[in-house]
């Protein structure tokens, strides 16, 4: 606690030395003089709390002194005590206290009865100290309240009526305080019976002395609804309320709910629109690319041979385009993961180089592959999406160059402590581009200028899902291009050594020459009929006796009157689709034959969806007849339903 502060007030010095001596305590700061003048700037300047002065002094006596110290505010409430050796008598003692002075002492001064009377002034005036200070702090509570922008209330707690309430309810709520005074606040509630005020009254959960916060909708001004949230707090029996206006947040979150309800309901749609376009478009593609292996494996001339693998690089470059509408998708819905793996630049570059190359040399261009010395033969890095990047890139270079050469270039930079760092770039002798059509070259669905599409082709989707998945891949697609110079891309991955070098990739196996499933017998249900004579063609090769229906509900009825070793079935199909047959399948007739689902989507929702609804394995279209061979084999051999995940 602070020291009391006292004053001398002596015209002898001998006599301030001797109170200074009795009053020897480590609870005040004793402050004295002989001069009055000097005495009233040290009240003045310093919070003094009791006063010893002495009656008979030159110039000012103790009197005036008193009475000067009692006009001014600021020193009115200090307590005096008078020191004299005059008089005793009535008529001195009540002009003492006439001028503010509250007790008398009289030389020669008994240390005890003045030690004593110095100790209940201290403690007097500790004790009007703390009166004035909670006043002054009652005076600013007063004010916060009623200037405060929120309602404040104190409401009683068994009944919940207003006993008091700032004239903030006036502004928010347009009711005047006056009118408010023990009405029960629940009266005021759009919905007293379901509001949140109410359970806390019931149950009484302020008990507990915690601020509670909760959240209730009033009448305002013209009966419209207002959200207030409340701040209750329990105190000297009596509840204390903050009512805050949350009108406009609670506006802004409704706001966001819908906004998310909105975009729900476009991810949905944009869904929706995904599946149907990828079936739309995957089920003929698969009867193209089937058709194509179809006639491969028959006697074909040169030229027909020639046509055939054109039929199919065709197929093959639309499915590109689908899938690369697919992983834009993917990758802006976080559904997207990149997953190293050991990958061997070199074959890796050769058989883009070999792939390529048929359009280069359509063009009668150059197509190169330089690694330079230092590049390690065998790295980990997802080599199906690297292989995508840089097919994309080649791709791109080859369809804007017209003479010259297109190169693909590997390029070990540096050995870090996180692994190799390696350039990859393609560069090319083509159009080039100027620093304005640049700018738009990596956006979705824009090319570097209008009638770019229209020249040379193209949807402008591989630049932009090739910026995506380098970018999964923790690095950045950049290009340098000046016009009519050509263009190079590049980008830069840090990568570490495989434990285990990849292998050449396997050659195409044809169908034909694929091991049987003699003696089994498989249910197919497709609607398309390209589809279903692919089917038929495949499994007959495969000595499968296979029965051919067009929907769901024809595969159910079959499956009534025969038992088959597998059963192959589209996922959409008129009547009763694959999801509502293969449950009906396995909850009515209680199947347990291992179901094989072909989507022609590759959605993660239908392949979960397949496979909640009891199929055992899926498959996407397009397909290549080895996939769909492999498939096969291992549900034939599996004796029990497992599923499995889609590969």
């Known amino acids: ?69 009692f006009s001014n505010p600021k020193t009115r409430e200090i307590l005096i005590v008078f ?46 100290r703390e009166i004035r200070d909670k006043n002054k702090l009652l005076e600013n509570y007063a004010t916060i309240v009623l200037n405060s922008p929120d309602i404040i209330a104190t409401v009683e707690p068994d009944t919940g009526s207003i006993l008091s309430i700032n004239p903030s309810v006036e502004t928010i709520l347009g009711i005047s305080p006056a009118s408010l005074i023990k009405t029960p606040m629940l009266d005021l509630l759009v919905d007293p019976l379901k509001s949140s005020l109410r359970d806390v009254l019931v149950k009484r959960s302020f008990i507990g002395g915690e601020t509670i916060v909760v959240e209730d909708q009033f009448y305002g001004r013209l009966r419209q609804p207002v959200w207030l949230e409340l701040r209750i707090m329990y105190k000297n029996r009596l509840l204390f309320v903050n009512l805050h206006d949350v009108e406009k947040r609670k506006a802004h979150e409704l706001a966001l709910i819908d906004a998310q309800t909105q975009a729900e309901k476009a991810r949905k749609t944009k869904e929706s629109f995904l599946a149907n376009m990828s079936h739309e478009i995957r089920t003929p593609l698969n009867g193209i690319i089937g058709l194509g292996n179809l006639l491969s494996a028959t006697e074909l001339s040169e030229a027909q041979t020639e046509l055939v693998n054109m039929l199919r690089q065709s197929s093959g470059s639309l499915l590109n385009i689908l899938n690369d509408i697919l992983d834009i998708s993917k990758i802006d819905e976080g559904k997207f993961s990149i997953i190293p793996a050991s990958t061997d630049l070199r074959v890796l570059g050769k058989q883009i180089i070999d ?53 693909l270039k590997m390029e070990h930079l540096a050995q870090t402590p996180a692994g190799h760092s390696i350039r990859f770039a393609v560069e090319d002798t083509g159009i080039g581009m100027s620093d304005e059509h640049l700018a738009n070259i990596f ?97 007959k090769a495969w000595q499968l006796n296979a029965v051919i229906v067009s929907n769901g509900k024809e595969a159910v009825d079959q499956l009534r009157e025969e038992l088959f070793d597998l059963i192959i079935m589209d996922t959409r199909m008129p009547e009763m689709d694959g999801f509502q047959a293969a449950r009906f399948a396995r909850e009515e007739l209680r199947v347990t034959t291992p179901i094989l689902s072909l989507s022609a989507t590759v959605l993660p929702e239908e392949v979960s969806q397949a496979l909640d609804a009891g199929m055992n394995d899926t498959l996407s279209k397009p397909f290549e007849p080895e996939k769909l061979h492999q498939k096969i084999d291992l549900l034939l051999s599996t004796l029990m339903p497992a599923n499995v995940s889609q590969v």
């Open 355 to 407: 792939l390529m190359q048929f359009k280069a040399d359509e063009k009668k261009l150059e197509l190169r592959l330089e690694i330079g010395k230092n590049t390690p033969e065998s790295v980990t890095v997802d080599g199906m999406r690297l292989n995508q990047i840089l097919l994309n890139l080649i791709g791109n270079a080859l369809k804007f160059t017209e003479t010259g050469s297109v190169t």
């Open 1 to 69: 606690m602070e020291n009391t502060k006292i004053l001398l007030l002596d015209d002898r010095e001998e006599n301030l030395i001797s109170l200074k001596a009795i009053l020897n305590r480590d609870d005040i700061d004793i402050y004295a003089t002989t001069s009055p003048n000097e005495a009233l700037r040290i009240v003045w300047e310093n919070d003094i709390a009791v006063a010893l002065v002495d009656v008979q002094m030159p110039g000012m006596d103790g009197f005036e002194f008193a009475e000067t110290l």
């Open 83 to 128: 020191v004299t050796a005059i008089s005793k008598e009535t008529t001195y003692a009540v002009r003492g206290l006439k001028t503010g002075a509250i007790d008398y002492l009289y030389k020669p001064l008994d240390p005890y009865i003045t030690n004593a009377k110095v100790d209940s002034l201290i403690k007097l005036a500790r004790s009007q």
């Open 443 to 539: 956006s979705e669905y824009g090319q570097a200028s209008e009638n770019t599409s229209h020249q040379y082709g193209g949807t402008g989707l591989g630049l932009t899902i090739s910026q995506k998945l380098v970018r999964l891949m923790g690095s950045e697609l950049e290009v340098n291009s000046r016009f009519r110079q050509g263009s190079q891309f590049f980008f830069t991955l840090i990568v570490q050594d495989a434990n285990e070098k990849s292998g050449e990739q396997k050659p195409v196996v044809s169908f034909q020459s694929l091991p049987s499933f003699e003696g089994k017998k498989v249910l197919v249900a497709e609607d398309n009929p390209i589809n279903a004579l692919l089917l038929k063609k495949y499994l």
